[in-house]
């Protein structure tokens, strides 16, 4: 009787022990939820994969294929359903998202936001730009490039992201505290797209024939709006700016239409989602926001902003 008990004890020990031995060989699969499709998040990624492969974690990429909250809800509820381990979700917009991230979270799942919050909801940390700062960086230096006075409008793609609208708030205070006599002339809905932007651009210029500059808060604004400065042969009459640094808006730095695009450190971003990601796995106390700050670009350091970006962080 006394071997039968210690086998039981024996067995019930190892019973104990090996589900938390799986537990400790487990691979976390963490996965980046985008707003959308969009080549701004590719560098975001970037840095999210650089350091699941430092901490030997799988990664995935889930983009919703257009901006559309019901489709960005519908991909959080896909990853509830499969049991990943944690979500970095650049937040489309704010009180939809409550419900979802409020499921994940009960359902174990980690959750952050980098690049765009989602601050009413169940969100453990917000990674990324603090996006009045940003804004306000931004309508300063575009102020003093038009001497602080003259006309100028701005560019939104999509009038309820949070981080936009705290973007455009940035702006104004600036203008209003840096430059009085900077006039804003008009806030314009691009709607996250391109082609949007190109004709919102053409009938902000032939509505106000005396526009002095345009600044964009969105990524798509600087290269959708120098297509058009440049066609009608108005680069360097009507300054421009904005935000990302996106292909052709560096490419319109280097040709003197774009002027200077605030950029931010989305390789920082995506990688520190997922070491915040694990510490939130591990029970760790994370903090509930980061501000990842930003780099001012122009042609004096185009060449070297992203190399000086990745310096910033120990791999």
């Not at 039981?8 to 799986?22: D, N």
């Not at 602080?148 to 609208?165: D, E, F, T, V, Y």
């Not at 490419?251 to 774009?258: E, L, P, S």
Request: hydrophobic share 45%; net charge negative.
């Amino acid at each position: 009787m006394k071997l039968v008990k210690l086998f039981v004890v024996i067995a019930l020990v190892v019973m104990m022990i090996v589900p938390s031995a799986f537990a400790a060989d487990k691979k976390l699969t963490f996965v980046m939820v985008p707003k959308g499709v969009h080549p701004y998040y590719e560098p975001c990624f970037e840095g999210f994969k650089a350091a699941a492969e430092k901490y030997g974690i799988t990664v995935e990429y889930q983009a919703p294929q257009e901006f559309d909250i019901a489709l960005q809800v519908k991909v959080l509820e896909d990853l509830i359903a499969r049991g990943v381990d944690g979500i970095a979700i650049s937040a489309l917009d704010d009180k939809p998202l409550v419900p979802v991230i409020q499921q994940a979270m009960d359902a174990g799942i980690k959750i952050i936001t980098f690049d765009a919050p989602a601050p009413s909801s169940a969100q453990l940390c917000y990674i990324g730009t603090n996006n009045k700062n940003a804004g306000y960086a931004g309508g300063k230096m575009i102020a003093e490039l038009m001497g602080k006075k003259g006309n100028l409008a701005i560019l939104q793609g999509g009038l309820g992201a949070p981080n936009l609208n705290l973007r455009t708030e940035g702006v104004k205070e600036a203008i209003a505290k840096e430059a009085p006599e900077v006039k804003i002339v008009t806030l314009e809905d691009t709607e996250g797209k391109f082609d949007v932007t190109v004709n919102k651009t053409e009938a902000i210029l032939q509505t106000y024939a005396d526009l002095n500059a345009i600044f964009g808060v969105s990524a798509e604004c600087a290269p959708g709006a120098s297509t058009v400065v440049k066609e009608q042969g108005k680069a360097g009459q009507v300054l421009l700016a904005g935000f990302d640094d996106l292909k052709d808006t560096l490419q319109g730095i280097r040709d003197g239409v774009v002027q200077f695009c605030i950029v931010q450190k989305t390789f920082t971003m995506g990688w520190l989602s997922v070491e915040y990601l694990k510490d939130a796995v591990e029970g760790k106390e994370i903090p509930k926001e980061i501000d990842t700050g930003v780099i001012i670009v122009t042609k004096d350091n185009i060449d070297t902003y992203m190399d000086d970006m990745k310096k910033e962080i120990p791999q």
